[in-house]
T-cell receptor, first 112, second 110 residues
Framework: DAGITQSPRHKVTETGTPVTLRCHQT?????MYWYRQDPGHGLRLIHY???????DKGEVSDGYSVSRSKTEDFLLTLESATSSQTSVYFC???????????FGQGTRLTVV | TQLLEQSPQFLSIQEGENLTVYCNSS?????LQWYRQEPGEGPVLLVT?????EVKKLKRLTFQFGDARKDSSLHITAAQPGDTGLYLC??????????FGTGTRLKVLA
């Protein structure tokens, strides 16, 4: 168990507001990821991090930014939430790149 | 373009039946993982396969990696209601980043 904690678990927000989702790991894994999961699309990578202050874009990064100021924390920010960003967001970590990932329990975000 | 195709998308079977789920790509994978996800939870890693032709068993679950490392299958023997969930394959096809298939949603009826 890689000890991923996501907060909040549920959030409802209004269109146009900024939202930050938090991911905390108790392990010292170098790689951390943010995914969104939507019906018919599966899990899609938003952003990932390969170290403190080292991040890169995934396949659906528009409208999202991330920060990693400490090994254990990886933040996902929706700069101005839109209804299309209503989704379930998962954080994951991994000790090595492009291999097994360990997931948190997810954050269900609804943008109204 | 879907780099990782899973089939079937949905499967509803009776307890005790056998089933096979497939994960296919046109690209070669260096390794491939299978996960199971239950409602309200994140995916949980079941297995990693690395070598072409490799077969791994996890109780009633048998995982096989294709000889060319472009496909994989998951076979469940004598399915039980506890096997219900979303099964996902994942890996790095060619030079792409780590991606997930769209999943197979399995429901096992008692």
């Amino acid at each position: 168990d890689a000890g991923i904690t996501q907060s909040p678990r549920h959030k409802v927000t209004e269109t146009g507001t900024p939202v930050t989702l938090r991911c905390h790991q108790t392990e010292n894994h170098r790689y951390m990821y943010w995914y969104r999961q939507d019906p018919g699309h599966g899990l899609r990578l938003i952003h990932y991090s390969y170290g403190v202050k080292d991040t890169d874009k995934g396949e659906v990064s528009d409208g999202y930014s991330v920060s990693r100021s400490k090994t254990e924390d990886f933040l996902l920010t929706l700069e101005s939430a839109t209804s299309s960003q209503t989704s379930v967001y998962f954080c994951a970590n991994s000790p090595r790149e492009n291999t097994e990932a360990f997931f948190g329990q997810g954050t269900r975000l609804t943008v109204v | 373009t879907q780099l990782l195709e899973q089939s079937p998308q949905f499967l509803s079977i009776q307890e005790g039946e056998n089933l096979t789920v497939y994960c296919n790509s046109s690209s070669v994978f260096s390794s491939l993982q299978w996960y199971r996800q239950e409602p309200g939870e994140g995916p949980v890693l079941l297995v990693t396969v690395v070598t072409g032709g490799e077969v791994k068993k996890l109780k009633r679950l048998t995982f096989q990696f294709g000889d060319a490392r472009k496909d994989s299958s998951l076979h469940i023997t004598a399915a039980q209601p506890g096997d219900t969930g979303l099964y996902l394959c994942a890996g790095v096809p060619g030079t792409y980043k780590y991606i997930f298939g769209t999943g197979t949603r399995l429901k096992v009826l008692a």
